[in-house]
Nanobody, 115 residues
Framework: QVQLVESGGGLVQPGGSLRLSCTASGSISRTYTMAWYRQAPGKQRELVARMSSAGSTNYADSVKGRFTISRDNAKNTVYLQMNSLKPEDTAVYYC?????????WGQGTQVTVSS
């Protein structure tokens, strides 16, 4: 059974960068679709970035050009590189893995963008 653990969150100033990591306890083959979601206080969880098993990616309009999702299957790890961070990017970020009807979530990591 795949379990996901996120890391890399923290406090950063506006305009700064962070890289989130999501490491799976089991093997995440190329057949998994991997994604990052986020949830800000009082708001619904939203998709930030997704990478399909074929390697195609899609991003929320609010992060296009600033965030990049990538994966290293050999390390069972998915990354989210976040640049030019804004206060509105403040949220708990969750890693998500899907294979067919099987879905797994990580526990989340807090990202706070503030001066």
């Amino acid at each position: 059974q795949v379990q996901l653990v996120e890391s890399g969150g923290g406090l950063v100033q506006p305009g700064g960068s962070l890289r989130l990591s999501c490491t799976a306890s089991g093997s995440i083959s190329r057949t998994y679709t991997m994604a990052w979601y986020r949830q800000a206080p009082g708001k619904q969880r939203e998709l930030v970035a997704r990478m399909s098993s074929a390697g195609s990616t899609n991003y929320a309009d609010s992060v296009k050009g600033r965030f990049t999702i990538s994966r290293d299957n050999a390390k069972n790890t998915v990354y989210l590189q976040m640049n030019s961070l804004k206060p509105e990017d403040t949220a708990v970020y969750y890693c998500h893995a899907q294979l067919g009807i099987m879905i797994r979530w990580g526990q989340g990591t807090q990202v706070t963008v503030s001066s």
